[in-house]
């Protein structure tokens, strides 16, 4: 596609040429292209690497992360029904947060270079791309730092111990 003289090459690494659609980069992303071969985002193979991820990576990261935490739950001697309600509350406060993140800052037009960017990056290619399966979860290297950075925001200040 062109866009004031801008041709976005899908043989070539997207992310820093769909940077550049401006304005026209919200009518390029809703139109998706429906080959199960995804494209390439960047020219650094590492960069390359931390945007793919097949969906069972997922659990194999977060299980046991998940179980090392009830375990230290248990080991520090809370009691069942704490354990238990600080579990779903994790579990159903991490869903709700992904839904509200994907339905309320994912689908916002954003403008410019870097919003161009950091929404490919985060959520237009899900749109463009909906059959890439090494695109479709979150890679766990992103929700890890998303994670530390809720956690030394928004629990660390309150609990003494830490």
């Not at 270079?113 to 890439?132: E, S, V």
Request: hydrophobic share 50%; proline share 7%; charged share 15%.
């Amino acid at each position: 596609m062109a866009a004031k003289g801008i041709t976005v090459d899908l043989n070539k690494p997207l992310v820093f040429q769909v940077s550049q659609l401006g304005d026209d980069y919200e009518e390029w992303i809703n139109k998706p292209i429906l080959s199960k071969e995804g494209p390439r985002f960047f020219a650094n193979p590492f960069l390359e690497f931390l945007t793919r991820t097949a969906w069972w990576v997922v659990p194999l990261v977060w299980l046991p992360v998940a179980t090392w935490f009830v375990l230290e739950s248990v080991n520090t001697g809370l009691a069942p029904t704490e354990l238990t309600a600080t579990f779903l509350t994790g579990f159903f406060g991490w869903t709700l947060m992904e839904y509200t993140l994907h339905r309320f800052f994912f689908h916002r037009k954003l403008k410019g270079y870097w919003g161009n960017t950091f929404h490919y990056l985060l959520h237009g290619c899900h749109h463009k791309h909906p059959m890439d399966s090494l695109r479709l979860v979150f890679p766990p290297a992103g929700a890890a730092i998303l994670a530390s950075i809720l956690w030394n925001l928004l629990f660390k200040p309150f609990i003494p111990s830490w």
